[in-house]
C-alpha cells in the first residue's frame, strides 16, 4: 500500500474515533443529566430528604484527578515535543493518579459504611452512592484507556492511529473531570 493510502486510513479512523468519542459523551452526559434531574426532582418534592455528612476524601481526591489531568497535558506536550520518555513517564504518572482517584473513591465509600450511611439509608445517600459509582464506572473506562495507551506508549508502539488513542483517552478523561466536578457542586450545594 503506498503512503496516500495509509494517510487516508488514518484519516479515516481518526474521524471515525472521534464521531464515537463525541457519542459517547453525549450519552454520558444523558446519564448524568437524568440522573441529575431525578436528583433535583426528588430533592424538592420529597420531606426525607436528609443531607447526608460527605467524606472528606472526596476533597482530596478531587484534587488527585485534577493533577491526573494536568499530568496528561504535560505528557501530551512532551509528545508533541518529541520526547518520548517523557510522555511515557507523565502518563504512566496520569494513569497511577487515576487508577489512586479509584481507590480514594472505595475508601470514601468505605467510611460511609463505616458511618452506617449505606443506600437505602436516605434519598441523599441513594443519590450519592449511584452518582459516584456511575462516574466510577465510566472512569474504570477511562482507566482502561490510560493503561492501553501507557502500555502501547512503553512497547514503543506509538505511530499515528495511537495518537489518535492518546487524544481520544485525554478528552475523555478531561470529560470525567468535568462531570466529577459537576457532581462535587451538587453534592454539596444542593446535596
Known amino acids: 500500500m503506498d503512503m496516500a493510502a495509509d494517510l487516508h486510513d488514518i484519516g ?9 468519542l ?27 430528604w436528609a443531607t447526608m455528612h460527605k ?11 485534577l493533577a491526573s489531568s ?15 520518555s517523557k510522555f511515557n513517564l507523565w502518563w504512566t504518572i496520569a494513569t497511577a493518579l487515576g487508577i489512586l482517584f479509584l481507590a480514594g473513591q472505595a475508601l470514601a465509600w468505605y467510611q460511609l459504611k463505616e458511618a452506617g450511611v449505606y443506600v437505602a439509608t436516605n434519598p441523599s445517600s441513594s443519590f450519592f452512592y449511584v452518582l459516584t459509582a456511575a462516574h466510577a464506572f465510566h472512569l474504570m473506562g477511562g482507566v482502561a484507556a ?15 492511529a495511537k495518537r489518535t488513542a492518546i487524544d481520544v483517552t485525554a478528552i475523555f ?19
Open 146 to 160: 490510560l493503561v492501553y495507551v501507557d502500555v502501547q506508549a512503553l512497547r514503543l508502539r506509538l505511530g499515528p
Open 55 to 65: 467524606p472528606p476524601i472526596l476533597f482530596v481526591n478531587t484534587v488527585v484527578l
Open 70 to 84: 494536568v499530568v496528561l497535558d504535560q505528557s501530551r506536550r512532551s509528545l508533541r515535543a518529541g520526547d518520548r
Open 12 to 20: 479515516v479512523n481518526r474521524r471515525a474515533s472521534f464521531t464515537g
Open 22 to 48: 463525541f457519542v459517547l459523551l453525549a450519552a454520558s452526559t444523558m446519564v448524568f443529566a437524568a440522573f441529575s434531574s431525578a436528583f433535583v426532582v426528588r430533592r424538592g418534592l420529597s420531606e426525607d
Open 173 to 191: 478523561w478531561h470529560f470525567l473531570d468535568g462531570i466529577w466536578l459537576y457532581l462535587m457542586i451538587l453534592f454539596y450545594v444542593w446535596g
